[in-house]
């Protein structure tokens, strides 16, 4: 595609309940991100995948959260038990080898 | 560790006056280094890039930074501010040697004052 898309763009959830958020990476893209905005703060790394490598999941700040990504193409950001700390907006952006990041518009992610 | 180190959260200026924002980084190898802005309600637009060459590097709406080794720092300017351009701005460095993954400042918001 033309860009970093993401998918839903808004999502509102119960607490407790699980949520998935897609991102479709631009079309070759080796390396993809995901990283999480909290109102008002900045970006804050959750997940590193970079071709066949092991991702590097470091910032991923509990065992609720969860990533995959198939192949150089889309991945899937997986929260379990959703709580309302979750609350943020999901950036995924991805990019070449090395290059900059491209980004996604994001999910806003509402846990009431 | 790899760090990337925004020291300034807010900024102020007025509008027309010169504009400077400050990126250190920790990086025990060449990194390349990039600048990125956050409009309100907005996603990240990529404003410019350093990969290699000359350490002075010209980007979009008028911005340039300049790449100092010595100092580990690629500060963003511009000589004259517009409203428009208050907005938050985040420097982010990476490194082959890293696995080429992207570091984040925390980032600086710009205030523009009329």
């Known amino acids: 595609g033309a860009g970093v898309s993401q998918s839903p763009s808004n999502k509102v959830t119960e607490k407790g309940k699980d949520v998935e958020l897609r991102c479709d990476p631009i079309?070759?893209?080796?390396?993809l991100y995901w990283y999480r905005q909290r109102l008002g703060q900045g970006l804050e790394f959750l997940i590193y995948f970079q071709g066949n490598s092991a991702p590097d999941k470091s910032g991923l700040p509990s065992d609720r959260f969860s990533a995959e990504r198939t192949g150089e193409s889309v991945s899937t950001l997986t929260i379990q038990r959703t709580q309302q700390e979750d609350s943020a907006v999901y950036l995924c952006?991805?990019?070449?080898?090395?290059?900059?990041?491209?980004f996604g518009q994001g999910t806003r992610l509402t846990v009431v | 560790a790899q760090s990337v180190t925004q020291p300034d959260i807010h900024i102020t200026v007025s509008e027309g006056a010169s504009l400077e924002l400050r990126c250190n980084y920790s990086y025990g190898a060449t990194p390349y280094l990039f600048w990125y802005v956050q409009s309100p309600g907005q996603g990240l637009q990529l404003l410019l890039k350093?990969?290699?060459?000359?350490?002075l590097v010209q980007g979009i709406k008028g911005f340039e930074a300049e790449f100092k080794r010595s100092q580990s720092s690629f500060n963003l300017r511009k000589p004259s501010v517009h409203w428009s351009d208050a907005a938050e701005y985040f420097c982010a460095v990476g490194a082959k040697e890293y696995g080429n993954k992207l570091v984040f400042g925390a980032g600086t918001i710009l205030r523009v004052k009329s």
């Open positions: 350093y990969f290699s060459g000359d350490t």
């Open positions: 952006a991805s990019s070449w080898d090395f290059g900059e990041a491209f």
């Open positions: 079309s070759g893209h080796t390396a």
